[in-house]
């Protein structure tokens, strides 16, 4: 995302907090015009912002970024989505409060925009269809502590439930259960069975989404080990494939590239960067265990994860499913760009060929 514009204008800086905001506006000589805060509602930024259309206004990525830059665009005002990690300059300054924080990005948008490293929002529809999987993600994580909840607890009582998935779970356990827990427990287990269903609704969705609205994603389930709920997550996230140049940035927009700290003579090796969507990231991780897995099938992809892990090494494995699910991600993008099938062993056959 590229903003050039003039010192010929206004520019403000917003921190954007739960409740309140603080903003820090700016003329074009970089005087201070106006400083204050305002409640962290559509309305309140609406009549603030609504008198003197024209600024431009930074605001920093977060949880109310998103209707905050679709409510200044419509006020007529260009809105700079600021990377919050790429801003030392803000969350390292010792003297760090809201009205400082609205102050720093004030100026830093004057000086450079491009200093802020700007992102763009998905748009609101493929932000509504992304809510719909995380609400699903954050159901399995509820059942899945449930479900462990009720294990301790018989363990505790001298009872080991049986083993099953958490999708039966609540039905087998009943007749398994120790007299003396099973009052305690019986609420539980009505709730599981609730979250069962709903899960299974949202499943149904996912599946109705991916093959009526978002069909491209048949092309990314081509690959064995990624399902509906993977694919249409990726879709989701990336929104438009023809904004990566290079299909190996990927790795690192998801955080699946090594940090460097290179200085001198010394090389060491880092964890990953962990940024980007964390649920997507973890979605990938996923499939690059299926794919190592006993039921993985023969593909290029696995043969070369399989020949890291063989180097062997104390984190050979974890160092194999990670570089997988970096090249499965790079591998999604290129079957997204080209629409062409999917080739398990293409370099087997480009060799025999």
């Not at 204050?36 to 024209?54: C, D, I, K, V």
């Not at 491209?216 to 929104?239: C, F, H, K, M, N």
């Not at 700290?261 to 880092?270: F, I, K, V």
């Not at 023969?298 to 050979?316: E, F, P, T, V, Y």
Request: hydrophobic share 40%; proline share 5%; glycine share 6%.
């Amino acid at each position: 995302m590229t903003v050039t514009l003039p010192f010929d204008h206004v520019t403000v800086g917003i921190d954007l907090g739960d409740k309140y905001s603080h903003y820090c506006e700016l003329d074009m000589t970089g005087a201070i015009l106006e400083e204050g805060r305002l409640p962290t509602t559509p309305a309140s930024f609406r009549r603030r912002f609504s008198r003197h259309p024209g600024a431009q206004i930074a605001i920093e990525a977060g949880t109310h970024s998103a209707w905050v830059e679709r409510v200044l665009r419509d006020c007529g005002h260009v809105v700079i989505v600021a990377n919050p990690r790429k801003l030392r300059l803000i969350y390292e300054n010792d003297k760090k409060t809201d009205r400082v924080d609205a102050h720093q990005l004030a100026r830093v948008a004057r000086v450079d925009p491009q200093l802020l490293h700007p992102i763009e929002h998905r748009p609101l529809s493929a932000q509504q269809d992304l809510a719909g999987l995380r609400a699903r993600q954050a159901l399995v994580r509820a059942r899945t502590q449930l479900v462990n909840h009720v294990r301790t607890a018989a363990k505790a009582f001298g009872a080991r439930l049986p083993q099953c998935s958490t999708a039966c779970f609540a039905k087998r356990c009943r007749t398994a259960l120790p007299e003396e827990l099973a009052p305690a427990v019986t609420s539980v287990l009505h709730v599981l069975e609730v979250l069962n269903s709903a899960i299974r609704d949202l499943d149904t969705h996912v599946e109705r989404l991916a093959s009526e609205v978002y069909p491209e994603t048949q092309r990314l389930t081509q690959v064995p080990g990624v399902g509906s709920l993977t694919a249409l997550t990726y879709r989701l996230t990336i929104d438009d494939p023809h904004r990566f140049t290079r299909s190996r940035t990927l790795g690192s927009y998801l955080g699946l590239r090594p940090r460097q700290r290179a200085s001198g003579g010394q090389d060491p090796q880092l964890r990953i960067t962990k940024a980007g969507d964390s649920d997507l990231r973890r979605l990938l991780v996923g499939c690059a265990h299926y794919i190592l897995g006993p039921f993985g099938s023969d593909s290029d992809l696995r043969r070369w994860g399989l020949s890291i892990a063989a180097r062997g090494g104390k984190n050979a494995k974890k160092r194999a499913i990670v570089a997988v699910a970096r090249k499965l991600a790079i591998l999604l993008h290129r079957l997204w760009v080209t629409g062409s099938a999917y080739q398990p062993l293409r370099q087997r056959a480009a060799t025999a060929a």
